[in-house]
T-cell receptor
């Protein structure tokens, strides 16, 4: 049983560009959350998707948007990239009603 | 979510027990205590969670103070593979179907295991 898979593993972009990160949840999971982790810090919640809708959002600007597909996979889009967007982006999946989250290994985004 | 306080770093010798403390003096009655750990170059990994009673699983034990204002994650025999950042997180149980139940991470405790 594959766990949470994220692609790509690494990505280099320049300021002002747009980026799309992808996540496939663990088999049977219906909820996907995205987190941003800056170097040396704990992950910060971006938003969560359930039933193809954004259910809750953290303190991130509208440049960060997402989508969940009928097969529960998800995308994170970031527009107008800033140097400060350089971070590890983590996807986590869970099954509604259960406490445990499963995380992928993340996408390391570098903005030059 | 209520806040937790953890030491920035701890060291342990291999094959010895490790006690990782967490203070959460503002915990509410519906807050579960969760522990996740993050190994180098990986995403966080669930370790254990509990509400009031002590909990055991194959990875660790969780000891919760009677007043619930503090807890301790216990690794019974540390191995080199246990070197990681350990996060103590409070998570409110209150939810309705489909609503988000995010995790609020702090800075965690960096555990170093010495051979």
């Amino acid at each position: 049983d594959a766990g949470v898979t994220q692609s790509p593993t690494h990505l280099i972009k320049t300021r002002g560009q747009q980026v799309t990160l992808r996540c496939s949840p663990k088999s049977g999971h219906d909820t996907v959350s995205w987190y941003q982790q800056a170097l040396g810090q704990g992950p910060q919640f971006i938003f969560q998707y359930y039933e193809e809708e954004e259910r809750q959002r953290g303190n991130f600007p509208d440049r960060f948007s997402g989508h969940q597909f009928p097969n529960y996979s998800s995308e994170l889009n970031v527009n107008a990239l800033l140097l400060g967007d350089s971070a590890l982006y983590l996807c986590a999946s869970s099954l509604t009603g259960l406490e445990k989250l499963f995380f992928g290994s993340g996408t390391q985004l570098s903005v030059l | 979510d209520a806040k937790t306080t953890q030491p920035n770093s701890m060291e342990s010798n291999e094959e010895e027990p490790v006690h990782l403390p967490c203070n959460h003096s503002t915990i509410s009655g519906t807050d579960y205590i969760h522990w996740y750990r993050q190994l180098p170059s990986q995403g966080p990994e669930y370790v254990i969670h509990g509400l009031t009673s002590n909990v055991n699983n194959r990875m660790a034990s969780l000891a919760i103070a009677e007043d619930r204002k503090s807890s301790t994650l216990i690794l019974h025999r540390a191995t080199l593979r246990d070197a990681a950042v350990y996060y103590c997180i409070l998570r409110d149980l209150t939810f309705s179907s489909g609503s988000a139940r995010q995790l609020t991470f702090g800075s965690g405790t960096q555990l170093t295991v010495l051979p």
